[in-house]
């Protein structure tokens, strides 16, 4: 066997094995949720059992979690369509200026995105009162516009500066102003930046639970919470939380199988340089 191929062979099943290692609490999640409390409880586990779609029925049409996927979509959709273009055009600003301004703005962002939640959980739920706007769509996406600008601006940063300064200088001889260099020249490039950014911008939405716990209310109530409302005291409690989980997973799934061609050309953009 050629050194070679030994080493990808052997690469192949360390990658095999951390795929299954992922993907068990998954298949194990999916497997309860089509089982009886009985068959999901059994000692030693059953891998052999009759399949029943009862829970995953109760849990999205008799219990309606359509509502709170529904909300869970607005929410998340809405806090990146107003993130990523003011993301976008600040990365943009602070791509092409190189001074200590820039920079004391930039450790700004990034001591604001390690800052813990949970201390700014009380005060935008102090404001959000104040305002009237607890349990609307506008408080979640207002917050979680804020928490997730200085990761959406770090990295789009990182794409803008991978184009190279020739470029932009060519633009300006020909005449473009700096809006056009950026609507003409900037974005087509990091294009394929901006769907990795939606999708992490997405998912951020979409999973967040201490902000939706404090900032929604029955009407605008996301999945998380609701989920997280099926404790222990019932056995079938875990097959209608399994089932659930299941459920939440699907959209984000599709939308990573649509855009997959779009993601691996952003993810591998930003490691051209160094």
Known sequence: MKPRFRTQFLL???LCGFTVLNLTPVIWGFLTSIKQPVDAFSVPPKLIFTP??????????????????????????????????IATMSAYGLSRLQSTGSRVLLGGLLALRMFPQILLAIPFFMLGRMLDLIDTYWAMIAALVALNQPFTIWLMRSFFIEIPDELYESASLDGCTVWQEFRMVALPIVKPGLWVAA?????????????????????????PVAIAEYGGEDVNYWSLAAAAAIGIMLPIVVFMMVLQRHLVRGLAFGAVKG
């Open 12 to 14: 192949f099943v360390v």
């Open 52 to 85: 029943t779609f009862e829970f995953h029925h109760q849990i999205w049409i008799e219990r309606e979690f359509w509502r709170f996927l529904l909300n869970s979509v607005v929410i998340s959709v809405g806090t990146v369509c107003i993130s990523l273009p």
């Open 199 to 223: 999708l992490f911008s997405l998912l951020f939405a979409y999973n967040e639970f201490l902000f939706a716990l404090v900032l929604t209310g029955p009407h605008t109530k996301t999945l």
